[in-house]
């Protein structure tokens, strides 16, 4: 039995070996060679490293662990990670796309396993590839705002990010011995050669078109978080300066389903601590000291722009009410439903005299679009914690 086994597998591979070496050679060309595999590949893991930083950073300013005391300074190094995560995000896109194409010959390898070890290393290709294609890609289907997916984004993008990054430790070392041979050029990666038809190829020229997309694909869209490239963002969803009061809007109040009369003149901002409830309503708040900071708006979509900002010191309000922020702060929104409805400040930031309730932006009162009548604006947070329309400020010892 096993015998009838064996040779109809043997026949078969008899079949498939000359299928499969075809393959191989006609997909192979001398760009495709180990040294620009190596120079693709240090761009693409440096993208990607920065990608795991930064996102990571981002993931533990929304989830603190209770220990950690977060950084308020600089005002925007949460503006500059973030906008680092995308702009090297979508850097990664044409590399990986790069990258697959100079060792795709490789996927025609035959036999397509030798050994135990082979079989290992294949198997972490495959995982690394597939979960590298699906987390870029979702990154930029989330920056446009468009979710066609069925499963939650930031769950599989952050569990993605692990596979991708230990896939690639894994990949770099069993290429180190590859990776160390290529790393500088050598003579024969100096000179363009010649195919079987006589066109000339040149590595450097396909390595310099492959830089040359990714550094099109950052200088065309992070003007929407770079100030110096604004006027060449053609291609990111938020331009600065537009919207109501010069500032983009991420959810409209009627995108919040925010009802005019829950902001009309019967709206006031509760304090709810040890020390009871007190209620500001605006002109209470508009009678208090007030203090003007430049912050940042930066979204976790990466788009940010510094703007100017005006209204109570939340240390202000909070003594006031007779609380002392000793554990997090919990916002409430007058917007009822959706992941920004509510939001936890932990008290590092409430502790900041940067920190405000803001009532006006940009010199004028905040447009309803921008959180009126009070919206809280802190120093190094993403823009999901911004609450608009504040309601409520829970205060925990
Ligand atoms: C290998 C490449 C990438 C890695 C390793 C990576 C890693 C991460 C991590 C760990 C987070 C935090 C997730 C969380 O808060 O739970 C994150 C968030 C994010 N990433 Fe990436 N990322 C990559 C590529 C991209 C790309 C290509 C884009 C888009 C251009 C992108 C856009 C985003 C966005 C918008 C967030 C914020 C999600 C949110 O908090 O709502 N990422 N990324
Ligand atoms: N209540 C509430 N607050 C919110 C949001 C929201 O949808 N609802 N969006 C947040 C997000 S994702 C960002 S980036 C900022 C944007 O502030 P802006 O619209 O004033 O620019 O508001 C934050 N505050
Ligand atoms: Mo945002």
Redesign the pocket.
Same mark, same amino acid.
Do not use: Y
């Given at each position: 039995m096993s015998n009838v086994t064996g040779r109809a597998a043997a026949r078969l591979a008899e079949r498939i070996a000359p299928l499969m070496r075809r393959a191989h050679d006609t997909a192979d060309d001398p760009v495709k060679s180990p040294r620009t595999a190596v120079v693709v590949g240090r761009l693409l893991a440096t993208a990607f490293l920065v990608c795991f930083a930064t996102g990571l950073y981002s993931h533990v300013l929304q989830h603190p662990a209770s220990w950690l005391v977060l950084p308020t300074r600089p005002v925007e190094l949460y503006r500059f990670t973030q906008g680092a995560h995308v702009i090297s995000g979508i850097a990664a896109a044409p590399l990986l796309l790069a990258k697959l194409w100079s060792v795709f010959p490789n996927l025609f390898t035959w036999p397509p396993v030798r050994s135990l070890p082979h079989l290992l290393e294949r198997v972490s290709i495959a995982v690394l590839v597939g979960a590298a294609l699906v987390e870029v890609t979702i990154g930029l289907l989330n920056i446009v705002q468009w979710y066609p997916f069925p499963f939650s984004f930031r769950t599989t993008h952050l569990a993605l990010a692990w596979v991708v990054i230990g896939g690639l430790s894994i990949h770099v070392g069993v290429k180190l011995p590859v990776i160390a041979r290529h790393w500088r050029r050598r003579d024969e990666d100096r000179h363009g050669t010649s195919d079987a038809a006589g066109r000339v190829i040149s590595r450097r020229g396909f390595v310099t078109a492959v830089g040359a997309a990714a550094a099109s694909a950052v200088v065309l869209t992070a003007g929407q978080s770079v100030d110096a490239l604004a006027p060449m963002n053609v291609f990111a969803p938020r331009r600065m300066g537009v919207?109501p009061q010069g500032?983009? %809007?991420?959810? &409209?109040a009627a995108?919040?389903g925010i009802a005019p009369a829950a902001v009309g003149p019967a709206w006031a901002l509760e304090v709810h601590s040890s020390a009871g409830t007190r209620a500001f309503d605006l002109d209470a708040l508009r009678r208090m000291p007030q203090t003007d900071v430049v912050l940042p708006?930066?979204?976790?979509?990466g788009?940010s722009?510094s703007a100017s900002w005006r209204g109570v010191r939340l240390i202000d309000l909070l003594a006031t009410a007779g609380a002392e922020p000793g554990g997090p702060l919990v916002f409430t929104?007058?917007?009822a439903e959706?992941?920004?409805?509510r939001?936890t400040m932990p008290p590092e930031y409430a502790r900041d005299p940067l920190t405000l309730v803001a009532l006006e932006?940009n010199g004028s009162v905040l447009h309803l679009?921008?959180?009126y009548p009070a919206?809280v604006i802190a120093p190094g947070r993403?823009? %999901?914690?911004? &609450?608009?329309?504040l309601r409520a400020i829970e205060v925990t010892a």
């Open positions: 919207g500032l983009p %809007v991420n959810r &409209t995108q919040a708006i930066a979204c976790v979509e788009w722009q929104s007058v917007q959706g992941a920004f409805a939001t932006l679009d921008h959180g919206r993403p823009g %999901v914690m911004q &609450t608009k329309w």
